[in-house]
């Protein structure tokens, strides 16, 4: 029995510093889920996405969009329980994932945060934040000039 588990028995236990400070296995917390803190859970430990999905209704959304490595396919199946902003700012998207959620993604992010192709930008030119296309995007001459209007390139 380990050090840590023996304060756990005893009861002598700040559970919010433990969820927070200490590296915790994924069994540890299955054992003592009803006591750990579940928002730094979601922020501090690195999760699983089958732990994440049996533990769907303590975990705290936006920490795990935020902080978790996620799947296309884990974001597809909690689509309705991500924090779109976040995923749009933390995860790595592929130009077709942004397509099939680009009424879910916060464009704002998206403008900043992936990287994105010419031929993307232009068929999302009523979308993207032109402002931050112009900082955070590689553009050609030739694109710069077609967009001219979009915004002040000096």
Same mark, same amino acid.
Not at 38 to 58: A, M, P, V
Not at 60 to 67: A, F, L, M, Q, T
């Given at each position: 029995? +380990?050090?840590?588990?023996?304060?756990?028995?005893?009861?002598?236990?700040?559970?919010?510093?433990?969820?927070?400070?200490?590296?915790?296995?994924?069994?540890?917390?299955?054992?003592?889920?009803?006591?750990?803190?579940?928002?730094?859970?979601?922020?501090?430990?690195?999760?699983?996405?089958? *732990?994440?999905?049996?533990?769907?209704?303590?975990?705290?959304?936006?920490?795990? +969009?935020?902080?978790?490595?996620?799947?296309?396919?884990?974001?597809?199946?909690?689509?309705?329980?991500?924090?779109?902003?976040?995923?749009?700012?933390?995860?790595?998207? +592929?130009?077709?994932?942004?397509?099939?959620?680009?009424?879910?993604?916060?464009?704002?992010?998206? +403008?900043?945060?992936?990287?994105?192709?010419?031929?993307?930008?232009?068929? *999302?030119?009523?979308?993207?934040?032109?402002?931050?296309?112009?900082?955070?995007?590689?553009?050609?001459?030739? *694109?710069?000039?077609?967009?001219?209007?979009?915004?002040?390139?000096?």
């Amino acid at each position: 029995m +380990s050090e840590l588990q023996s304060m756990v028995i005893k009861d002598k236990v700040n559970w919010k510093v433990i969820s927070w400070n200490q590296e915790l296995s994924e069994d540890f917390i299955r054992e003592f889920q009803d006591k750990v803190n579940w928002e730094c859970i979601s922020e501090e430990q690195k999760l699983s996405e089958d *732990f994440i999905r049996e533990f769907q209704d303590k975990v705290n959304w936006r920490n795990i +969009s935020e902080y978790q490595k996620l799947s296309k396919d884990f974001i597809r199946e909690f689509k309705d329980k991500v924090g779109w902003e976040w995923i749009s700012r933390r995860q790595k998207l +592929s130009e077709y994932f942004i397509r099939e959620f680009q009424d879910q993604v916060d464009w704002k992010w998206i +403008s900043i945060n992936q990287e994105l192709s010419e031929d993307f930008i232009r068929e *999302f030119q009523d979308k993207v934040n032109w402002h931050n296309i112009t900082e955070y995007q590689k553009l050609s001459e030739d *694109f710069r000039e077609e967009f001219k209007d979009k915004v002040d390139w000096e």
